[in-house]
Nanobody
């Protein structure tokens, strides 16, 4: 059974920083893509950033230059450093980990950006 455990969410003022981390455990096999998605109130979950096993990254336009994604392949962890946070970054952030066959999701961690 695969488990993704997220940490690092919370309340931060506009302009502040947070780091989210996600650790994958269990019989996950060879991980290909790791990433973060977010969902504000509403049905749409949007991509924040992804990173492949050869360190290629992809960012949503709204976070480019502010967020940095990284991974540790030895520990099966993925992190995202979020700087210059804005109120519109407020959402539940979900970790996603993929292998060649399956896509796994974490339980989500709340990030709230408010004065």
């Amino acid at each position: 059974q695969v488990q993704l455990v997220e940490s690092g969410g919370g309340l931060v003022q506009p302009g502040g920083s947070l780091t989210l981390s996600c650790a994958a455990s269990g019989s996950i096999g060879s991980i290909t893509v790791m990433g973060w998605y977010r969902q504000a109130p509403g049905p749409q979950r949007e991509l924040v950033a992804t990173i492949t096993n050869d360190e290629r990254t992809n960012y949503a336009d709204s976070v480019k230059g502010r967020f940095t994604i990284s991974r540790d392949n030895a520990k099966n962890t993925v992190s995202i450093q979020m700087n210059s946070l804005k109120p519109e970054d407020t959402a539940v952030y979900y970790c996603n980990v993929q292998n060649s066959m399956w896509s796994y999701w974490g339980q989500g961690t709340q990030v709230t950006v408010s004065p």
